[in-house]
């Protein structure tokens, strides 16, 4: 296999996880981040080209997009995974809190993709997009972030319609709880039940099993899929509506 897929967001977390499991399938990757430390130590594991940029950056996306294409060959799938979450109350969340959400979490998929439209032409690829459980079900102290990942779903629709005339296919991912370093050491004990009661496979996910359905997306596989979101999720969508006491 020749095919090539950038990961944005690629220094831990899913974004590791999804590029592992591309290099397994065959692809070659090329990975970013901001975080240049993470990165280099990222791809020093892993095997993978990194190439450190910031997405909320239209001069840095022209550059690692241009940049990519020219290392690689091409580019087949684009996995627009980076992000930053900022939880706190609407009264709490200036204007400035607002915009450091919107630049990276919207902004970038925005500009990234449309970077990416040229090299996508030529291989019929696919763009996968990194969406949360946030942006389809609401929740308290997520106003910037829940709008963010709302918005990401809404992009991708509209990318699915006009894209889809060049052959190029757009979908989400929606994750739920993700069992990642990060969530276990802000997640309280209390926090972590509620979860689990909430959630009909009663426990977290796992970022490879966000990779599974990532890649399962970018993939010949998903030939006739466009324009859908998939919420990984364990089913926490679905039981977004009445109270877990009464599911017994």
Not at 105 to 122: C, E, M, R, W, Y
Not at 217 to 226: E, G, P, V
Request: hydrophobic share 45%; with cysteine; net charge negative.
């Amino acid at each position: 296999m020749d095919k090539v897929a950038l990961v944005t967001g690629a220094a831990r977390g899913i974004g590791l996880a999804t590029v592992k499991l591309f290099m397994e399938e065959g692809w070659r990757v090329v990975g970013v981040d901001r975080d240049a430390e993470a990165l280099r130590d990222a791809a020093g594991e892993a095997g993978f080209t990194p190439i450190v940029a910031d997405v909320s950056q239209p001069d840095a996306v022209a550059r690692f997009m241009q940049e990519a294409a020219e290392q690689m060959g091409r580019i087949d799938a684009l996995i627009n995974n980076a992000g930053v979450a900022d939880f706190g109350p609407i009264e709490e969340t200036d204007f400035a809190r607002w915009r450091r959400v919107m630049e990276t979490n919207l902004d970038g998929v925005f500009l990234t993709s449309q970077a990416a439209i040229p090299h996508l032409k030529a291989t019929k690829g696919a763009i996968v997009n990194i969406a949360s459980i946030s942006g389809l079900r609401a929740s308290t102290l997520r106003v910037a972030y829940g709008t963010s990942k709302a918005a990401v779903i809404q992009l991708t629709l509209q990318q699915a319609a006009e894209l889809g005339e060049y052959g190029i296919r757009a979908n989400v991912v929606a994750p739920g709880p993700v069992r990642t370093k990060l969530a276990m050491a802000v997640h309280s004990p209390e926090i972590i039940a509620a979860y689990h009661d909430a959630l009909p496979l009663n426990r977290y996910g796992t970022e490879r099993e966000i990779a599974e359905a990532i890649c399962f997306l970018a993939s010949d596989r998903a030939s006739f899929i466009t324009g859908q979101c998939l919420a990984a999720d364990g089913g926490f969508e679905g039981t977004g509506i009445g109270l877990p006491a009464l599911r017994g």
